[in-house]
């Protein structure tokens, strides 16, 4: 079994274009106004050198924007999950990104549909704020669920008839948003609860990843009931219930391989799990 440690830096190669930097704006603010424009958040990209490996009936793999889990499958309908949001340290990382959610596809197909918050670093200023994206479509801001370090965060895609629909609460203030749309060529072939390091909207390239410490997903730690948890053709559970399909994702710099945020292994429950910032 390979070592997480031991994995050798090498070339890297993207799996998709991703579009380029968008302003943010300079004002500094601990929750964003609309005047805000959220960072764009891609599928999945894997770091090429470094082949998936299989530790327990978890396949492990390297990408240069993901860290967390998602499990595989077929005509996914639901997935779950909650997070606490993280205290980003800008004194160490200035103008630097981080983003978690949930959400549907991009593990490795083109459509990502997802909702969550990103705790940034305008300059030396902290910036947390709760948004959703129907990619390829921008990200687009939600400033009727205000975010601040600590809180619970609950969040859900779920699919029915032709339409995606997401749902963000802050189980600590009890704001609470839904919005449904359409997703030309989504395969609902995945499921995922992510930590990312974002994009941009228009073509560029990942931003740098801020310092966010420790973040926890998971009923374990929210204390929100049925997260993390998933449903597609066959299966309908926690994170573990999807066997042999489970899937993690460490993210790490496409230049030099190093690490830069690592998951915990899943619970005893298969629900929960951690993700721990390592370098920008």
């Not at 770091?47 to 998602?70: K, M, R």
């Not at 340290?89 to 197909?109: E, H, K, L, Q, R």
């Not at 339409?163 to 359409?182: A, C, L, V, W």
Request: hydrophobic residues 30%; glycine residues 8%.
């Amino acid at each position: 079994m390979l070592s997480k440690s031991l994995r050798i830096s090498g070339i890297s190669f993207l799996l998709a274009i991703t579009p380029a930097l968008a302003q943010i704006s300079t004002t500094p603010v601990a929750n964003p106004s609309t005047a805000v424009t959220p960072r764009q958040h891609a599928p999945r990209k894997v770091y090429g050198l470094v082949p998936s490996h299989v530790e327990g009936n978890v396949t492990v793999s390297d990408s240069t924007n993901w860290s967390g889990y998602a499990v595989t499958g077929s005509s996914f309908t639901n997935s779950k999950a909650s997070w606490t949001v993280p205290t980003v340290n800008c004194s160490t990382t200035p103008n630097t990104y981080a983003a978690f959610w949930v959400g549907i596809d991009g593990w490795t197909s083109s459509t990502v549909e997802q909702t969550g918050t990103d705790s940034d670093c305008d300059g030396k200023t902290p910036s947390y704020y709760a948004w959703y994206e129907f990619y390829p479509n921008p990200s687009e801001l939600i400033s009727s669920v205000p975010v601040s370090p600590g809180n619970h965060i609950s969040a859900s895609v779920t699919y029915s008839g032709t339409e995606f629909t997401i749902t963000i609460t802050n189980e600590s203030t009890g704001k609470s948003y839904s919005k449904s749309s359409r997703v030309s060529g989504a395969k609902r072939s995945s499921a995922e609860w992510i930590a990312e390091a974002p994009c941009c909207t228009n073509a560029g390239g990942i931003l740098p990843l801020s310092d966010f410490g420790t973040v926890d997903f998971g009923d374990d730690y929210t204390g929100v009931t049925g997260t993390n948890d998933a449903t597609d053709s066959s299966v309908s559970g926690p994170i573990s219930d999807f066997g042999s399909a489970v899937n993690e994702a460490i993210m790490v710099n496409g230049s030099t391989g190093a690490d830069e945020a690592v998951p915990s292994s899943l619970s005893s429950d298969g629900t929960s799990f951690t993700v721990a910032w390592k370098s920008e």
